[in-house]
């Protein structure tokens, strides 16, 4: 029996700092910078707590009186958590950002480059997360490599099911799904909105009582206000990255149940289609070198994806084929498919007082790590079948002795 456990009670319990290509942490209440380059664009080091990523770059955004399209980030942080991360901004300058003064987001050093970040330049995250309860049991250092609960939604966990309506064409259920679910919602102002909206349908009265902390949910309101039936068009009025991410919760979800058939019928051998990979300079698993023999990579699945009998079962149940990720009414959102590894590797785990710590690859989960070692209160993953890991971590543990 796992032992039950509880984290992020508060943001302070949850400590993520990026780890930059070249293995440098980017530590908490630490001045950070690099020599300057030649170039256009102005890199920075942001400390935030308790805000989501897009969310911080639109306040400063806001305070430097600038579009938030003018920055890039090499990937998104938690909310409820307090994180370090690099942004580029292009033509920024060095002194306004230096000083900039805003309640939860601290800047903590600026650089010139020659480049923007791009997604995925990482080197990985170091996490220090506080646990409330009873047992420490001893960290393994290999996890099955889930997609986590923040992919699905911070609270509702229903963004693979609006992206499911939309590879289906279904795109007003997927524009309903998203207004009116209301389940795990924490908001007891937000409950009610949806629950109004839900009985009348009345997108022009909504939009005047929803909550303005539902800017997503505003903006879908305000198009349909006027244009009653284009939930095609509402939809292109959220940022495409936001419209792309419930395509690619849906692609994590039928990961995530693929990876529970796999381990619940001990099928780590590989399949039609999937490859094995070396580690990156740091020791992560990294898909772009191939080999023959390492990490086993499995298939995200897309519209160009070869997929092999497990997976054609998986998706004959949801009622879907691969093609329909080829979106045609809004072909800015297909998407063709990509790899992620069967298993994924902790490195240094350790216990500090009440805290683990550890290091983790871009796009591996803190939280589906966690879920290796103990119950997790109010964790709960789409796909992710618990008991799977549960039973199977003497496995894990004989797989890489």
Known sequence: MFPVAEIKKQPEDFIVEEITPDGKVLELDTPFSIPDEEGKFLHFAMQ????DTNSAIRRISRALRTSHKRFNTAGTKDKFAVTTQRVSFFAGNKEKVLNLKLQDIKILGAWIAKDKLKLGELGGNRFRIKIYGDEKPDLLPYFFNFFGPQRFGATRANTHLIGKYMIMKE????????LLNYEGERSEISVSARKKLAEDLDYKKAFEYFPKHLKFERILLSHL???SNDYIG?????????VLMFIHAYQSYLFNIELSERISKKIFDKMENEYFCGADELGFP???LKQDKGYLALNIIGYETTINELEKEILEREGIDSSMFKLHSMPELSSKGSFRTFFN?????????????????SGAYASTYLL??????????PGFLPQHVHKNKELLVSLFD
């Open 48 to 51: 935030k707590k308790d805000w």
């Open 171 to 178: 795109y007003e259920t997927a524009v309903k799904e998203y």
């Open 225 to 227: 206000a006027t244009h």
């Open 234 to 242: 509402a939809l292109r009025k959220l940022p495409r990255t936001t």
């Open 286 to 288: 990294d898909i772009c």
């Open 345 to 361: 590797f902790a490195k240094y785990p350790k216990w500090g007082g009440e805290y683990t710590v550890f290091s983790l690859s």
């Open 372 to 381: 290796h070692h103990f119950n997790l209160i109010q964790q709960d993953l």
